[in-house]
């Protein structure tokens, strides 16, 4: 595409050719010869202090905030306002608009959404529909699929990803639409047939400042839907259910897709399905009531989208879920071990519901948690205390300190147990460094007992001091089982 007609009514070019444009992105390491290089400022740096990395890989043009003095040769160009939104709309533009040529299905909320998303693929998938993905495990289209780094990407990947799925034959796309994605205008322009907005609490304060702000923020998605389902089990999906233009899902309430006779068992769950098209029976192998809302939406948000259930639910038997939640780690010891990403109190407070409800007669539950670094500080107390209310043991230990002192931070959230609680040296056990929390929880276990690792999940990193050394919650666990075999 030439740069002239990518730039059209968004941005100005001020000096340099009117050359070919292979690509975009504002990501100076990923520039490539022939690429437009997008110089943003952010809270921490300015993109233009990357524009010679970016010269150095072959940019051919530099789109800015402000005017910079360039090399002969390679076009300068300013935004003529918002560049996120710009870019946005850029990136839409080389990308060829693949939004209108997919059926999008956006998923928000503060918990389950990379499990949502991943149900929604591997449901079409399973009958035999192509569907693309963008999350935080995983970016694919068809069958390519690559590791992702953050939950919903800059535009120009995002809108990369979306012509990548157009190009392998899909007929859909799910994507993690994260609050910060939709202020940062990461989504922006795009047309989602139908979004999903699954819970809302207390996450990411840090940066929305108000649990209202942060509300609002996941509002905007709607905005952006043909058609919105919300849980209306959820009080903040009940508010959105109020303002119209809403269908809803639900185990509790009466919905458009409901879910009634839930049996949930050590191996999978049963219900019977209320929906638009018709009613169903559903036998599924994933675990926990939380599960069963992601699976319901994953199902509504599929029917809303056009999709025929009559072709889904034979594909349900065989759905896996997203890595790291709620996952088994079997290496033949007399005790259960589950990874799972839970890091908000919310989160926590059910997946400890879960785990009582798998925990057989006389068994201990114990629970391994952390708190991130450079994050939301007023959570860490709430999150120790949702622990402190359903553990039988507490592994007080390290989630990502990134920059903070791991110590610190471990300081932060031991309010929220009971004083009477962290004295018992039977019950809490403070370690900062997880690997050796994760093999003493392990050594303590004893037949029949339950340990949860929560707060990891999927990730393959621990970051410390800005850091990032590689580890598992899963390959801390085989290391130590497998060893004493």
């Given amino acids: 595409m030439n740069l002239d007609t990518l730039i059209d009514g968004l941005a100005q070019r001020r000096s340099g050719p009117d050359g070919e444009v292979l690509d975009l992105t504002c990501d100076s390491r990923e520039v490539r010869p022939g690429w437009a290089f997008i110089a943003l400022k952010g809270e921490k740096t300015d993109g233009a202090a990357f524009v010679p990395q970016a010269l150095a890989q072959g940019a051919c043009a530099v789109i800015s905030e402000s005017p910079l003095e360039l090399p002969a040769g390679i076009a300068a160009c300013t935004f003529l306002a918002d560049p996120r939104l710009r870019m946005a709309e850029m990136a839409r533009r080389m990308h060829g608009t693949p939004d209108e040529r997919l059926a999008l299905l956006g998923v928000t909320g503060t918990n389950g959404k990379t499990t ?3 149900l929604i693929r591997q449901l079409l998938r399973g009958a035999g529909i192509g569907c693309g993905l963008v999350g935080t495990v995983l970016n694919a289209a068809g069958d390519q699929e690559e590791e992702a780094i953050r939950t919903t990407p800059e535009s120009p990947t995002f809108y990369r990803w979306l012509r990548r799925s157009v190009e392998a034959g899909d007929a859909a796309s799910a994507v993690e639409v994260s609050s910060h994605a939709l202020c940062l205008g990461r989504v922006h322009a795009a047309l989602f047939k139908v979004g999903v907005f699954t819970n809302l609490t207390q996450d990411h304060l840090d940066y929305h400042i108000t ?36 269908w809803s899902y639900a185990i509790d309430r009466e919905a458009d897709y409901r879910m009634t006779d839930l049996v949930l068992g050590p191996t999978g769950t049963r219900f019977h399905l209320h929906a638009l098209q018709g009613e169903f029976e559903v036998e599924s192998p994933l675990l926990g009531r939380f599960n069963a809302y992601n699976l319901l939406a994953a199902l509504a948000a599929c029917a809303e989208a056009g999709f025929d259930l009559n072709r889904l639910i034979p594909a349900v038997p065989r759905v896996t879920g997203a890595p790291g939640r709620l996952e088994r780690v079997d290496c033949g010891q007399p005790f259960g071990v589950m990874v799972d990403y839970a890091h908000t109190p919310d989160a926590l407070e059910k997946l400890l519901t879960e785990g009582r409800r798998l925990l057989p007669p006389g068994g201990r539950l114990h629970v391994l948690f952390g708190c991130g670094g450079d994050r939301d500080r007023a959570k860490r107390p709430l999150m120790a205390a949702a622990v402190a209310a359903g553990a039988d043991v507490l592994w007080h230990t390290s989630d990502n300190p990134r920059t903070e002192d791991p110590e610190r931070i471990l300081d932060d959230a031991a309010p929220g147990i009971p004083e009477a ?35 990891k999940g999927h990730e393959p990193y621990q ?12 390959n801390a666990v085989e290391a130590v089982l497998g060893a004493s075999r």
Wanted: proline letters at 3%.
């Fill in 421 to 455: 609680l962290r004295a018992d040296g039977t019950r809490y056990h403070r370690n900062a460094d997880r690997r050796a929390a994760v093999a003493q929880a392990l050594a303590d276990c004893r037949p029949g007992d339950l340990l949860l690792l929560a707060g």
């Fill in 116 to 118: 949502t998303t991943t």
């Fill in 211 to 246: 649990l209202e702000a942060y509300f609002e923020a996941k509002a905007l998605l709607r905005n952006q839907c043909g058609r919105f389902l919300v849980n209306a089990d959820d009080p903040f999906g009940r508010r959105l259910l109020e303002g119209g233009r809403c």
């Fill in 463 to 474: 970051e410390i001091h800005g850091v990032k050394h590689p580890y598992s919650d899963r």
